[in-house]
């Protein structure tokens, strides 16, 4: 893309829209959404929070990503589209599922936005971690059970190393796992293969905080019997550690009896929906 340094340039705001339930927007998201020209937003993002807060002649444009699966977005396409508006003088919000800083792409962003002096804002939300812990009556930090948490991801066979295991299943730390699921038998293995205590459980949250939400827990040991092959929506969450046994006392949200998707699968390449005229078209291939 060529630049031209003496275009007035917009402003950019990096911003985190919560990990589904849209009531956990945070005012200051919920204002500059209402300010927005452009918005790209994330797959992981309440349709409520764009159809209440984006204002009527702001073009909302899809960008999401799916991991391994269905159609997602280059990272290199989402960079373009924010130097492109950006450049036009436009106020730009990049809408993140969760908090813009746990485990997305931002540091390409903010790359993008330094390289091309465009003035930007980061605004954080809630993370997964939070609101799944906390829909699923799991205090992370319980008095007694765990003084730290862990956030990763195991989504490539490479990213942990055999150290790391065992430091893992020894630690009292709890663990969460962000888009895990898919290797959670993996995870499961290496953690029981290092002798990890039996009163450290395992629990998977699907859709944390929606109205499809659902909570599975086990013993880890017992993961071959109960949990293993079973697929998980989308997003889901795994939460490791003494603190998981809290669930069963503290959990004050039935689980879903849906097997439906709160956050749509991406089906059509990049699509830009322009408010004010209630209709859709293709705005990149």
């Known amino acids: ?30 204002r500059y959404l209402q300010l927005a020209d452009v918005v790209l937003t994330d797959r992981l993002v309440s349709e409520e929070i764009l159809n209440t807060y984006v204002k009527k002649d702001a073009e909302i444009i899809r960008v999401g990503k799916q991991c391994r699966r269905g159609i997602s977005t280059p990272q290199k396409t989402i960079n373009e589209l924010i130097v492109e508006y950006a450049l036009q003088n436009k106020l730009v919000v990049r809408l993140k599922g ?63 190393t055999e150290e790391y295991w065992k430091e893992l299943a020894n630690t009292d730390d709890t663990l969460i796992f962000y888009m895990s699921s898919e290797t959670l038998d993996i995870v499961v293995q290496k953690l029981t293969a290092n002798n990890i205590a039996s009163d450290k ?49 503290f959990a004050w949200l039935a689980n879903s009896n849906s097997s439906g998707y709160y956050f749509k699968p991406m089906t059509s390449p990049i699509i830009a929906i322009a408010n004010n005229q209630n209709k859709k078209h293709v705005s990149r291939a």
Do not use: W
Not at 3 to 9: D, H, R, Y
Not at 99 to 127: K, Q
Not at 221 to 246: C, H, M, N, R, T
């Open 1 to 30: 893309m060529n630049l031209n340094n003496n275009i007035q340039k917009g402003k950019v705001i990096l911003a985190g829209a919560g990990p589904g339930d849209p009531e956990l927007i945070t005012v200051k998201v919920a």
């Open 98 to 160: 969760g908090d813009v800083s746990i485990f997305s792409n931002i540091m390409d962003e903010l790359e993008t936005l330094v390289a091309n002096n465009i003035p930007y804002e980061i605004v954080p939300g809630v993370t997964a971690a939070l609101g799944a812990a906390a829909t699923a009556g799991i205090p992370l930090t319980a008095r007694g059970y765990s003084t730290a948490v862990r956030f990763l991801t195991y989504y490539k066979s490479d990213i942990v």
């Open 201 to 249: 459980l395992l629990a998977v949250i699907e859709q944390a905080t929606t109205p499809l939400q659902k909570v599975h827990t086990c013993n880890l040991y017992e993961y071959d019997k109960k949990l293993k092959d079973q697929p998980f929506i989308s997003p889901s969450l795994v939460i490791i550690g003494k603190v998981v046994s809290l669930h069963k006392e």
